[in-house]
């Protein structure tokens, strides 16, 4: 257990991490939540140990302190405060893996709920005095359905995870599977189905990330085929698939063209990172001294020209945002942190960047560049 010594004002800062104390089952935000609200360390002493913005610690105690909204939330979070950190002295011992609801088990009723709750017309109902929670499945012209039932404690720590949410009606919550549900669910089955692989770790951590689906290709001459391709891989489809409250998309499908568009020709030339032993100019040794600009070593002279062309176009600033999450798949955070610009900023730049770019690409007329998205 962690100790705790007490600070001026009486109450607590710790001196030690409490993910040594927590199950596995607690998120890293609930912890950051946690150390602040229950153990009383500081927000800017968070963010030094966590390595990031003050802001950024301070933003995710807001979100979960709005989360504590839905009681399951919060009776989750009481229960960790109670049994993990401020444990009864006749508890000392307590070890959360020797109990019925340790980190296995909770894994193996999460595949299975999960899966259940990924169904259509299927949800969770869940009572505040009831021992257990019941998944429903709507079935036409008949009431609903019981098709599963799990101990009301995971209900708990799935609504922690935020693996599911929804809405309060007197005494019983009903509630959904969330996007970061179904893809939890995926890196766990992933990691049912390859426990004794020696790359577990890291095919599950892929399968989290991948959602397959099919997408037309066109191959000129009004000849277009499908290909089953990963919907997940550009940062761009995954913003493509967020809707604001209005439940319009945030990048509509002429602007995530024309990062594609751009983004292909990046590849075509060629034009990131050499990341293996050039064997070309290995068995040629002596024969050139260096490359030279049609090599194939650096791609298409065309393609390359092309992507100079659309980044001039963009010019400073829009052009960095563009390549960095249209061709070097970066996400909005992590170009927002090596641009060395505001958190939150990346994603209206990025917006006037793909813009511009539908318009270079033809893809937009001038006078729709406004109305795009």
């Not at 710790?14 to 360390?41: C, K, M, R, S």
């Not at 950190?85 to 020797?98: G, I, T, V």
């Not at 000129?220 to 940062?235: A, D, K, M």
Request: hydrophobic share 35%; charged share 25%.
């Amino acid at each position: 257990m962690t100790k705790c010594s007490p600070s001026k004002h009486g109450q607590t800062s710790n001196i030690g991490p409490i993910e040594q104390v927590l199950p596995d089952w607690v998120p890293e935000i609930a912890i950051t939540y946690l150390n602040h609200t229950t153990l009383g360390v500081p927000i800017r002493q968070i963010a030094r140990e966590k390595g990031c913005h003050a802001s950024t610690v301070l933003r995710q105690v807001r979100k979960f302190e709005s989360l504590r909204d839905d009681p399951l939330v919060d009776t989750a979070l009481t229960n960790v405060a109670r049994d993990f950190l401020n444990p009864p002295p006749d508890q000392a011992e307590f070890d959360p893996m020797k109990t019925e609801f340790s980190d296995r088990r909770t894994h193996s009723e999460a595949i299975r709920i999960l899966r259940r709750l990924c169904e259509n017309h299927t949800y969770l109902l869940v009572a505040d005095k009831a021992r257990k929670a019941v998944v429903f499945k709507e079935v036409a012209d008949s009431n609903p359905k019981s098709i599963a039932s799990v101990d009301r404690e995971f209900a708990l720590r799935f609504a922690l995870q935020e693996w599911i949410s929804g809405t309060q009606i007197g005494s019983v919550g009903r509630y959904t599977i969330t996007s970061v549900g179904r893809t939890a669910l995926k890196r766990m089955l992933s990691d049912a189905q390859s426990n004794k692989s020696e790359h577990a770790g890291d095919s599950s951590f892929r399968d989290q990330h991948r959602d397959y689906g099919l997408r037309t290709i066109s191959e000129g001459f009004g000849q277009s085929t499908q290909l089953r391709v990963n919907l997940s891989e550009s940062p761009l489809a995954v913003l493509g698939r967020r809707r604001g409250q209005d439940g319009i998309a945030f990048l509509s499908s002429d602007l995530i063209d024309a990062g594609e568009r751009l983004r292909e020709d990046f590849e075509l030339a060629q034009m990131g990172p050499r990341v293996a032993q050039n064997w070309d100019r290995f068995l040629n040794c002596g024969a050139t001294s260096g490359f030279s600009g049609n090599s194939a070593a650096e791609g298409p002279t065309a393609a390359r020209d092309r992507v100079n062309h659309a980044l001039k176009v963009l010019g400073p600033g829009l052009g960095d945002v563009a390549l960095r999450v249209c061709c070097f798949l970066d996400g909005l955070e992590k170009a927002e942190k090596r641009l060395g610009w505001s958190a939150r900023s990346g994603k209206v730049v990025l917006r006037i960047a793909l813009q511009r770019l539908a318009y270079h690409y033809g893809i937009a007329q001038p006078e729709d560049t406004r109305k795009v998205g």
